[in-house]
């Protein structure tokens, strides 16, 4: 399994980025796939989740702004982003999530988004 996540970018205050994730490795089916986030010296935290039957999670700091959609058969998921804002300004990571024992969790790599006021 291997997350590739692309899109990342500079915009400006108000604008929209769409970021995007799939599995480029060995077929997977995940329960789960979604992003998260990392500002500099803050944890990583949830932005968005949706599970395979398409029930979605979203931090309530991007509800209403933020859309995720996923495409099960190619192991997608996207997020697109509106109404950016400089507090939106992270390191976005796409992950994949297989519920169980063990439960397996895959990340991206990780796509810089910088929000400009």
């Known amino acids: 399994v291997q997350l590739q996540a692309s899109g990342g970018g500079l915009v400006q205050a108000g604008g929209s980025l769409r970021l995007s994730c799939a599995n480029s490795g060995t077929a997977f089916k995940f329960d789960t796939m979604g992003w998260y986030r990392q500002a500099p010296d803050m944890p990583r935290v949830l932005v968005a989740i949706?599970?395979?039957?398409?029930?979605?999670d979203y931090a309530d700091s991007v509800k209403g702004r933020f859309t995720i959609s996923r495409d099960n058969a190619k192991e997608s998921v996207d997020l697109e982003m509106t109404g950016l804002k400089s507090d939106d300004t992270a390191v976005y990571y796409c992950?994949?999530?297989?519920?169980?024992?063990?439960?397996?969790?895959?990340w991206g790599q990780g796509t810089q988004v910088t929000v400009s006021s």
């Open positions: 992950t994949g999530r297989k519920l169980g024992f063990p439960r397996l969790d895959y």
């Open positions: 949706m599970d395979s039957s398409g029930n979605t």
